[in-house]
C-alpha cells in the first residue's frame, strides 16, 4: 500500500528524491564534487580499542552481512554503506539510495492501533497512515521527517529502520570476530552500498585499521565521485569492485541517472595505478544485452583497462528487492522483467562469455566463481 491508497493522503512520487545528492533520469548531471561524506558524523565517543590519534567518525549503513561470499575472495565481512549518486532502474537495494536513516513499514506485522499503538503515540508527525480496520498501512513520507522514533516504539518489527551508525571501532569488532574465517579462506572485509564512496573518511579510517591488522580489504564502488577520492584508497585497498553499466553516455544517463565519463576515468585511473580490479555488468535486455554493447565493454576492459582485471563478471538480472521498495513506499520499477527466468537470461550470458574470452578477456557468469588475489 501507498500513502496514495488512503483518503487524503498526499500522492508520494516513485522514489522521489530525498537528499541534496540526488540526480534523476533526464535531469543535470551530478556534480561529483558533491558526492562525498554525506551520511558519515563525527562520535562523540569511540568504542573499542581504536588507536585515540584516529578520527573519531561513524559510518551509516543499512546492512552489515556476515559470511559473505559474492563482493570479494575468500568469506567477507560486508558493510553495505548508505547513500547513492545513483538512480539504476534495477537496484535491488532501494533502501541504499538515501544517504540518511529512514523508516521502513511491513504492515504484515502490525498487531493493530488497539491492540499496540505504540508507533501512533511517538509520531509527533502525524506520519502513519492505519488501514480502516486499525492496522499499520504506510508511512506518509511527504510528512515523515525521519526521525525514527516510530521503529524505536515498534516491538513487532511493522516499523524498522534502514540505517545504523557504526563508530570505526564498533565496525572493526564485528570484522575481527570473523577472523579466523578470512584466515582459512583469503577473506576479509567488503566495503560495499549503496556507494561507499559517499562516505570516504570513515571507509579509509576503517580500511586502514584493517590493513594495519593485517585483514583484506575490497572497495565495491560505482566510481561516480572525485578522482582524488579515489586516489585515496589506494595504499589501503587490494581490490576494487567496479561496475562498467554500458559505454554508451546516453543510455548511461538515461537508466542509472548520471554520466558514464568519471566513472570510465576513475577506472583507468585505478589501472594506470596497477591496482586489482575486477569488473562486473548487471545485464539486461533492452538495455546493454547486445553483442554492440558488450563488446564496447570488451574493448574498454582490454585497451584501456591493460588487462588488469582479474575477472570480469557478468551478472544476469534477478528479481530481488521488490519487499524493500514495497517498504519504503515505492513501486518496484522493473515490472516488465516480473519472471524473468533463468532460461531467458543463461543463453545470452554463455553467449556473451564466448565473445569476451575470443578477446582475451577472463570473462565470468556471476559473482560467486572463485577469485584468487596475486
Ligand atoms: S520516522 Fe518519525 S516522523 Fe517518520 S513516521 Fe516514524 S515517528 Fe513519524
Ligand atoms: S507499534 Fe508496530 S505493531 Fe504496534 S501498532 Fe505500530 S506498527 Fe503496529
Same mark, same amino acid.
Given at each position: 500500500m501507498k500513502p496514495s491508497d488512503f483518503a487524503g493522503a498526499p500522492v508520494s512520487p516513485v522514489r522521489a528524491p530525498l537528499d541534496p545528492v540526488c540526480v534523476r533520469s533526464g535531469s543535470a548531471p551530478l556534480d561529483p564534487a558533491s558526492v562525498s561524506v554525506q551520511g558519515y558524523s563525527r562520535e562523540t565517543s569511540q568504542a573499542s580499542d581504536t588507536p585515540s590519534s584516529m578520527p573519531m567518525l561513524r559510518g551509516l549503513a543499512f546492512n552489515v552481512q556476515n559470511y559473505s561470499v559474492h563482493d570479494g575472495p575468500g568469506i567477507r565481512v560486508e558493510f553495505f554503506m548508505k547513500g547513492c549518486p545513483l538512480r539504476c532502474e534495477w537496484c535491488s537495494n532501494p533502501e541504499g539510495i538515501s544517504p540518511y536513516p529512514e523508516p521502513g513499514s511491513y504492515p504484515d506485522k502490525c498487531m493493530g492501533a488497539t491492540e499496540c499503538g505504540r508507533c501512533l503515540a511517538a509520531c509527533k508527525q502525524k506520519a502513519l497512515l492505519f488501514t480502516p480496520e486499525g492496522t499499520l498501512g504506510a508511512i506518509d513520507r511527504d510528512v515523515c521527517i525521519r526521525c525514527l522514533a516510530c521503529t524505536r516504539a515498534c516491538l513487532t518489527g511493522a516499523l524498522s529502520a534502514w540505517g545504523q551508525y557504526y563508530g570505526v571501532g564498533e565496525a572493526l569488532d564485528i570484522i575481527r570476530k570473523d577472523r579466523v574465517f578470512f584466515e582459512r579462506t583469503g577473506g576479509g572485509v567488503t566495503v560495499s552500498g549503496g556507494e561507499a564512496l559517499m562516505q570516504p573518511e570513515f571507509v579509509r579510517a576503517l580500511f586502514e585499521q584493517c590493513k594495519a591488522e593485517g585483514i583484506n580489504t575490497c572497495l565495491e564502488t560505482a566510481l561516480y565521485v572525485r578522482p582524488e577520492i579515489v586516489d585515496d584508497f589506494f595504499d589501503c585497498t587490494d581490490l576494487f569492485i567496479c561496475d562498467i553499466k554500458c559505454m554508451d553516455d546516453a543510455t548511461h544517463r538515461a537508466r542509472c541517472g548520471v554520466s558514464n565519463?568519471? &566513472?570510465?576515468? #576513475?577506472? @583507468? @585511473? &585505478?589501472?594506470? @595505478?596497477?591496482? @586489482?580490479?575486477?569488473?562486473?555488468t548487471p545485464v539486461l535486455?533492452?538495455? #546493454?544485452?547486445?553483442?554492440a554493447e558488450i563488446s564496447a565493454i570488451g574493448r574498454f576492459i582490454r585497451d584501456d583497462l591493460h588487462g588488469r582485471v582479474l575477472q570480469y563478471q557478468l551478472l544476469p538480472y534477478r528479481q530481488l528487492g521488490v519487499e524493500k521498495y514495497a517498504s519504503l513506499g515505492q513501486e518496484y520499477p522493473m515490472q516488465d522483467f516480473v519472471g524473468y527466468e533463468r532460461e531467458q537470461w543463461e543463453p545470452d550470458i554463455r553467449h556473451f562469455i564466448d565473445l569476451l574470452q575470443s578477446m582475451g578477456i577472463n570473462a565470468v557468469s556471476g559473482n560467486n566463481q572463485k577469485l584468487e588475489l596475486p
Open positions: 565519463q568519471l &566513472i570510465l576515468e #576513475n577506472l @583507468r @585511473r &585505478i589501472a594506470a @595505478r596497477a591496482a @586489482r580490479l575486477v569488473v562486473r535486455k533492452g538495455f #546493454n544485452a547486445s553483442d
